[in-house]
């Protein structure tokens, strides 16, 4: 299984961006594939996740209302867009499949594999 990361960059605050995750290796459909992020010295955390094959959404408090998780079936892919972006939300953005039961969503170690990372740097 390989996750590939893109979108990363550098954005004003207020600026949006779309991060997404590409995956092959597999057929995905019985997995969940989130978004997490992680700043030096903190633990990475939940973003938003989703089932691979449809149905809920998640995500975290401090996204809500501003970032939107969608499948690309063309590309089977999984896009993160982000909307009015803070500098908070500076970090390393990762994607990830597992398949956590829906209460352990935000739970790293639920994940199997997870991509190499992409760097969001909003300035305020």
């Known amino acids: 299984v390989q996750l590939q990361a893109s979108g990363g960059g550098l954005v004003q605050a207020g600026g949006s961006l779309t991060l997404s995750c590409a995956a092959s290796?597999?057929?995905?459909?019985?997995?969940?594939i989130s978004w997490f992020r992680q700043n030096p010295g903190k633990e990475r955390e939940f973003v938003a996740g989703?089932?691979?094959?449809?149905?809920?959404?998640y995500y975290a408090d401090s996204v809500k209302g501003r970032f939107t998780i969608s499948k690309d079936y063309a590309k089977n892919s999984v896009n993160l867009q982000m909307n009015n972006l803070k500098s908070e939300d500076t970090a390393v953005y990762y994607c990830a499949v597992g398949r956590p039961p829906s209460g352990l969503i935000q739970t790293t170690t639920m994940y199997y594999y997870w991509g190499q990372g992409t760097l969001v740097t909003v300035s305020s």
């Open positions: 989703r089932r691979w094959s449809g149905g809920n959404t």
């Open positions: 290796g597999d057929t995905f459909s019985t997995y969940t």
